[in-house]
């Protein structure tokens, strides 16, 4: 446990005088521990923590309803507008569609009131049918499907527990969806983890075939302790190839998460995704026996560094504020390395995603592991994104004289 006291203790003493985390508006709970596929890289079951096969399959019935009760609390006690329940697992839909009902029924119920409550879930699609897409709308559930780009590369890393590739089950799952959240005024969102072996092209191509509008990708989980087995100018070649084919499709209806959120930073913005910008938000992580953890992707950090000592059965949501992992994790901005603090850019990558930042020797008091490549990708927004407002001024005062 000598990472996880190296960790906490690295800052404790900064926690004191910090700003406060704002309030839990994001609750990811851990429906099911268990998954009906085996991705190599995955951060619940392959890689530092397995702290997954201590606690229930799938989350109990006084757990869920303890959790709504504190999720009640805490969204009357701040006056919240609006929160997302974001089921996940594993693999939500193990639990299956009663279970699944059940769940929906009792949030829906239970946080009636002046709180909107946006139901959402991550799901690998695989288990996908008409009947899912049904009690998807019946509870107004929004769905995110997770594919890792074309069949040959989907498949060397999303296998099943035979080792067999998962795409076309996947991209099965996800049409049917398409199908039936077009009736429902939206789409199913896509979910990637950024792969450089992926030519930018072919990645480019199957989000387009596939006539995805919401997609985002994620860096892989590794550490300064487990650096990324590539070449990191590989990582910065990629994103820069995919952002030039995104910003030059210049079609509105695709929606790239990733790197929208880092030109809104470049812009201003003082709201951020969790994985870059660094900008406080309100997320907690519930797993299945009703443990309040922090960011579930640090169990690819060190076993027990999720924990903070806290559940939804006997703890309000409150106490897990003031813990030190947790407040690191909803302000990374507010505890940069001196190097990060330093970097030119350091509002808009905020020192990268906490998990990347992690080292036994000095906790999360390092840049991340993906460095080189966030001042590339983002060096590269910035001067396509001066480049357009210079365009679009120059095209206002050719219009301005044109009037006088």
């Not at 919240?80 to 089921?87: D, P, V």
């Not at 950024?194 to 199957?206: G, K, S, V, Y």
């Not at 650096?227 to 990582?235: G, I, K, M, S, V």
């Not at 993906?370 to 910035?382: F, Q, W």
């Amino acid at each position: 446990m000598l990472g996880v006291d190296v960790a906490v203790k690295t800052f404790r003493d900064a926690c004191t005088t910090a700003p406060v985390v704002p309030p839990i508006s994001v609750f990811i709970v851990k429906l099911a521990e268990l998954c009906n596929i085996n991705c190599r890289y995955c951060y619940m079951y392959n890689l530092k923590d397995v702290s997954y096969l201590n606690r229930p399959k799938v989350m109990a019935a006084r757990t869920r309803d303890a959790l709504i009760a504190r999720i009640r609390e805490h969204a009357q006690e701040h006056k919240l507008a609006r929160i997302t329940l974001m089921l996940h697992g594993g693999e939500p839909l193990l639990a299956g569609k009663a279970y699944i009902e059940g769940w929906a029924a009792a949030a829906r119920s239970g946080l009636a009131g002046d709180t909107e409550v946006l139901l959402a879930m991550q799901t690998n699609g695989i288990l996908i049918d008409d009947e899912w897409c049904e009690i998807f709308g019946r509870h107004d559930i929004r769905l995110g499907v997770s594919i890792d780009g074309p069949r040959a590369y989907n498949d060397k890393y999303r296998v099943d527990h035979r080792g067999a590739g998962t795409f076309d089950l996947a991209v099965a799952g996800y049409r049917r969806l398409m199908r039936i959240e077009a009736g429902r005024g939206h789409k199913p969102a896509l979910l990637s983890v950024a792969n450089p072996e992926i030519p930018p092209r072919e990645m480019w191509n199957l989000w387009r075939s596939l006539e995805a509008r919401f997609v985002d990708f994620l860096l892989p989980h590794y550490t300064h302790d487990d650096p990324p087995p590539f070449d990191l100018r590989l990582l910065s070649d990629w994103m820069i190839a995919l952002f030039d084919l995104w910003w030059e499709h210049d079609d509105p209806e695709i929606e790239v998460r990733y790197f929208r959120n880092i030109i809104n930073l470049i812009l201003g913005s003082t709201f951020s995704m969790d994985y870059l910008g660094g900008k406080p938000t309100g997320i907690v992580v519930i797993e299945s026996d009703g443990a309040v953890t922090g960011y579930d992707t640090l169990r690819a950090c060190e076993e027990g560094l999720i924990e903070l000592g806290f559940n939804v059965r006997e703890n309000s949501l409150e106490s897990a504020r003031t813990h030190p992992i947790f407040r690191l994790c909803n302000h990374p901005g507010a505890f940069l390395s001196p190097t990060c603090a330093r970097c030119r850019v350091r509002d808009v990558c905020g020192g990268g995603f906490i998990t990347h930042r992690y080292s036994r020797e000095r906790g999360f008091n390092n840049p991340s592991v993906y460095c080189d490549s966030l001042l590339a990708i983002i060096s590269h927004i910035e001067r396509r994104v001066a480049a357009e407002l210079r365009q679009a001024e120059m095209a206002a005062d050719c219009i301005a004289l044109s009037r006088r």
